[in-house]
């Protein structure tokens, strides 16, 4: 695992060489906003599972929110997301939604996809847990103007 910072580089253990603790297998980045709030992200150096993991903390709440996975025993041929429920106390804590995006470059077929290839994703959801929207499901509505939205404007 590698950390870049500007045009430095510099692997996980080498950082916790000059530090002087044991080298790990995942580091952790928090971002806080002072008001008790902030953003958790894990990077796992897993080799089975090789992951980014984010969450967010409110007051004494925890908010799962994405795991970004490299092509894993899983999902060999893709990079995959998974979107999550988010506070865990009274919100599904299995993902509710994925996507995933083909690392090979090749579809099922063994063809390698191009430029010129019209791709079109497919996000798998939870009908469970969540509902479908698209975006143009409102017409000509400006996106902070969606239901979901109207508490941000």
Same mark, same amino acid.
């Given at each position: 695992?590698?950390?870049?910072?500007?045009?430095?580089?510099?692997?996980?253990?080498?950082?916790?060489?000059?530090?002087?603790?044991?080298?790990?297998?995942?580091?952790?980045?928090?971002?806080?906003?002072?008001?008790?709030?902030?953003?958790?992200?894990?990077?796992?150096?897993?080799?089975?599972?090789?992951?980014?993991?984010?969450?967010?903390?409110?007051?004494?709440?925890?908010?799962?929110?994405?795991?970004?996975?490299?092509?894993?025993? #899983? %999902?060999?041929?893709?990079?995959?997301? *998974? +979107?999550?429920?988010?506070? &865990?106390?009274?919100?599904?804590?299995?993902?509710?939604?994925?996507?995933?995006?083909?690392?090979?470059?090749?579809?099922?077929?063994?063809?390698?996809?191009?430029?010129?290839?019209?791709?079109?994703?497919?996000?798998?959801?939870?009908?469970?847990?969540?509902?479908?929207?698209?975006?143009? #499901? %409102?017409?000509?509505?400006?996106?902070? *103007? +969606?239901?979901?939205?109207? &508490?941000?404007?």
């Amino acid at each position: 695992m590698y950390i870049r910072v500007g045009s430095k580089t510099i692997s996980l253990n080498e950082l916790c060489s000059m530090l002087g603790i044991q080298s790990v297998g995942s580091m952790e980045i928090q971002l806080d906003n002072n008001k008790g709030q902030s953003i958790v992200t894990t990077v796992s150096d897993d080799p089975n599972f090789p992951s980014v993991s984010s969450h967010g903390i409110s007051g004494h709440a925890q908010y799962n929110l994405t795991r970004l996975e490299l092509p894993n025993k #899983d %999902y060999p041929e893709d990079f995959t997301v *998974r +979107l999550y429920g988010g506070n &865990e106390n009274y919100e599904a804590s299995d993902w509710i939604a994925m996507m995933k995006s083909n690392a090979s470059g090749k579809s099922v077929t063994g063809k390698k996809f191009s430029e010129a290839d019209e791709l079109t994703k497919i996000l798998y959801f939870d009908r469970e847990l969540a509902a479908a929207k698209g975006f143009d #499901d %409102y017409g000509d509505v400006p996106y902070e *103007r +969606l239901p979901e939205h109207v &508490e941000d404007v």
